[in-house]
């Protein structure tokens, strides 16, 4: 049961910690990266 929890506050961590690089890039980049990054 315990390693389940740990596993859970990890995934949140490194879910939170992507979205924030996530959004640090977009802020930088313009349109051209979105274009590319909803194209497989």
């Known amino acids: ?3 389940i929890i740990a ?3 990890l995934t ?3 879910e ?3 979205l924030r690089r996530f959004v640090s ?3 930088h ?3 051209e ?3 590319a990054r ?3």
């Open 16 to 18: 939170r910690w992507l």
């Open 1 to 3: 049961m315990a390693i």
């Open 7 to 9: 596993a859970t506050i």
């Open 29 to 31: 980049t313009s349109k």
């Open 38 to 40: 909803t194209t497989p």
């Open 33 to 35: 990266s979105r274009a």
């Open 12 to 14: 949140l961590i490194a």
């Open 25 to 27: 890039s977009e802020r």
